[in-house]
Each structure stands twice: as structure tokens, then as C-alpha cells.
């Protein structure tokens, strides 16, 4: 299992950055939403339904193959907590998800809420992200925001020591609405 799925999971029980353990949970869950994928996609998508409670986030993406050209056709899957940094109940698999596709020009977008943080109050507020590419396999990202008190120098440090993928975007707010803007480039080499 890559190192980023190791994050993520180890995220998902509270285990600090720092520790790493082979666990195949992840893998399941990721499967298995996987079949719960409508069978048509299109750019915009919704993460979080209009009733789930919390700020309105739009999230906007640019994907960019390596090369630097648009990714389209990329398929983007993304989950978060909800505003209590929740998943979902135990024994469930993630209840916030969504899919899109990247359009002729690598853009997509979802609409969702603003996650929460873990319970733990150790783990910024983030989005996950996988991509299904045509030309490098599955990868994954983790979209964070600037501005979250928990994403701090020496979170950022830690992040980057265990080699791992994030995004820092900023946000803005325009009439009661989070908006994030972010551009990723497609690593040579698929995660997962």
C-alpha cells in the first residue's frame, strides 16, 4: 500500500504522521465506494447533499498532465468529513463522496460543505482526492486550506518529511459561499 493510503487510514484512526503500519482497510473502502460510482460523470458534481449542515464550499480543480497540458477524462473521486470531522458510522464506509470528470480543458468542480477536522483536533480540515488517469494510474491528494489553525509550520514540516502529496489552497468567501481554487499536476507514476 503506498504511503499515502498509509496516511489517510492511519488519518482516519488517529494515529500520528509519524507512524506507519500496513493496513488494507483503506483498500476496501476505497473499493467499495468505488462501486457505489454513477454510471455517468460529468464535471460538476455534489459531494455533500444541499441539506447536510455546514458552510457551503465550492471546490474548483485544474488538472495538468505531466507534460503540462490538460488532463481530460480524468475521473476525480473526493471525500471529506463532515462539519464534526465525522466520515461516517462505524462500520461504514465514507458518507461524503463525490465523482466528476475533468472537461476538455482539465477543469471540474464539486459543491459541497466545508469539512471538519478530526475529533482529534490533530489533523487539519481536507479533502481527499484520487485520480484515475489514462496515462499514470490512480493517485491520491489531500487538498488542504491556508488559513486552517491546525495547518501550522511544523504540521506542514511533518507532512512533507513522510513524502506525501497535499495541496494548500487559500479561501474565499463571497456571498455566505467558500470558494477554493487549485491547479494539480499528474505525478509521472500512479499510488495505488
Not at 29 to 50: F, N, T, Y
Not at 83 to 98: F, N, S
Not at 141 to 146: G, P, R, T, V
Given at each position: 500500500?503506498?504511503?499515502?493510503?498509509?496516511?489517510?487510514?492511519?488519518?482516519?484512526v488517529?494515529?500520528?504522521?509519524?507512524?506507519?503500519?500496513?493496513?488494507?482497510?483503506?483498500?476496501?473502502?476505497?473499493?467499495?465506494?468505488?462501486?457505489?460510482?454513477?454510471?455517468?460523470?460529468?464535471?460538476?458534481?455534489?459531494?455533500?447533499?444541499?441539506?447536510?449542515?455546514?458552510?457551503?464550499?465550492?471546490?474548483?480543480?485544474?488538472i495538468?498532465?505531466?507534460?503540462?497540458?490538460?488532463a481530460?477524462?480524468?475521473v476525480?473521486?473526493?471525500?471529506?468529513?463532515d462539519?464534526?470531522?465525522?466520515?461516517?458510522?462505524?462500520?461504514?464506509?465514507?458518507?461524503?463522496?463525490?465523482?466528476?470528470?475533468?472537461?476538455?480543458?482539465?477543469?471540474?468542480?464539486?459543491?459541497?460543505?466545508?469539512?471538519?477536522?478530526?475529533?482529534?483536533?490533530?489533523?487539519?480540515?481536507?479533502?481527499?482526492l484520487?485520480?484515475?488517469?489514462?496515462?499514470?494510474?490512480?493517485?491520491?491528494?489531500?487538498?488542504?486550506?491556508?488559513g486552517d489553525?491546525?495547518?501550522?509550520?511544523?504540521?506542514?514540516?511533518?507532512?512533507?518529511?513522510?513524502?506525501?502529496?497535499?495541496?494548500?489552497?487559500?479561501?474565499?468567501?463571497?456571498?455566505?459561499?467558500?470558494?477554493?481554487?487549485?491547479?494539480?499536476?499528474?505525478?509521472?507514476?500512479?499510488?495505488?
Open positions: 500500500m503506498p504511503r499515502k493510503a498509509l496516511l489517510v487510514v492511519l488519518g482516519l488517529g494515529v500520528p504522521l509519524t507512524s506507519w503500519a500496513v493496513d488494507a482497510r483503506f483498500l476496501l473502502m476505497w473499493e467499495s465506494a468505488q462501486k457505489q460510482r454513477p454510471a455517468h460523470l460529468a464535471s460538476s458534481a455534489r459531494i455533500a447533499p444541499e441539506a447536510e449542515p455546514g458552510t457551503p464550499m465550492v471546490v474548483r480543480g485544474l495538468l498532465l505531466p507534460e503540462g497540458r490538460p481530460a477524462g480524468t476525480v473521486f473526493a471525500y471529506h468529513t462539519r464534526g470531522g465525522v466520515y461516517a458510522k462505524p462500520g461504514e464506509i465514507w458518507r461524503l463522496k463525490g465523482w466528476a470528470v475533468a472537461d476538455k480543458d482539465g477543469r471540474f468542480s464539486f459543491t459541497t460543505i466545508r469539512p471538519g477536522s478530526y475529533p482529534s483536533g490533530q489533523v487539519p480540515a481536507h479533502i481527499h484520487s485520480l484515475e488517469t489514462s496515462c499514470c494510474g490512480r493517485q491520491f491528494d489531500e487538498l488542504m486550506f491556508e489553525p491546525l495547518l501550522t509550520p511544523d504540521y506542514r514540516s511533518r507532512f512533507a518529511a513522510a513524502e506525501e502529496h497535499g495541496l494548500y489552497a487559500p479561501v474565499r468567501t463571497a456571498r455566505g459561499v467558500e470558494q477554493v481554487e487549485y491547479t494539480l499536476q499528474v505525478r509521472p507514476r500512479g499510488d495505488f
